[in-house]
């Protein structure tokens, strides 16, 4: 009985293991993804003043140190020394940008039996949303409005 009792103790824990360490994992890897998609949108708005100007087109700036910063720059804001941005890569043609993030998570029951936890990766990429076609240049200054319209706000 009491071997039975040492046996089913081992089992229970290693079953608490898998269920508790185990969402732990999956959760590091829902936040590496949720990190990668929120740096990826912010490295993605750094675009291309001029050639959206001249072109009509939106695209990325030639400067993978200031696309990569945005996306720094939000891996940072989550305070979290265990999130870090393993890879940020413009693509040639600077419409996409991928930016790969790692999240260290510990393991809890697991660990008793020398399985420390790991890194868990996320990755997304994304562009410059210019809706559908190319953005109108205005070419007459007639063309450029100057006055917005602003409505729900209260008159003064």
Do not use: Y
């Not at 809890?108 to 790991?118: D, Q, R, Y």
Request: aromatic share 4%.
């Amino acid at each position: 009985m009491s071997i039975f009792v040492v046996v089913f103790s081992v089992v229970v824990f290693l079953l608490a293991g898998m269920l508790v360490d185990g969402g732990a994992a999956i959760n590091a890897r829902l936040r590496a993804n949720d990190v990668a998609e929120q740096a990826a949108r912010a490295a993605a708005d750094v675009i291309d003043d001029d050639h959206l100007r001249t072109t009509g087109q939106a695209r990325l700036k030639d400067d993978e140190g200031a696309v990569c910063a945005e996306a720094d720059e939000i891996v940072t804001a989550h305070g979290d020394d265990a999130i870090r941005r393993t890879r940020c890569e413009p693509a040639g043609d600077l419409t996409t940008v991928t930016v790969g993030v790692s999240v260290r998570w510990e393991a809890f029951f697991l660990s008793a039996i020398g399985f420390p936890g790991m890194d868990m990766e996320g990755s997304a990429t994304a562009g410059p949303e210019t809706g559908e076609g190319t953005i109108p240049v205005p070419t007459e200054p007639s063309e450029i409005p100057t006055e917005m319209p602003v409505s729900g706000l209260p008159d003064r």
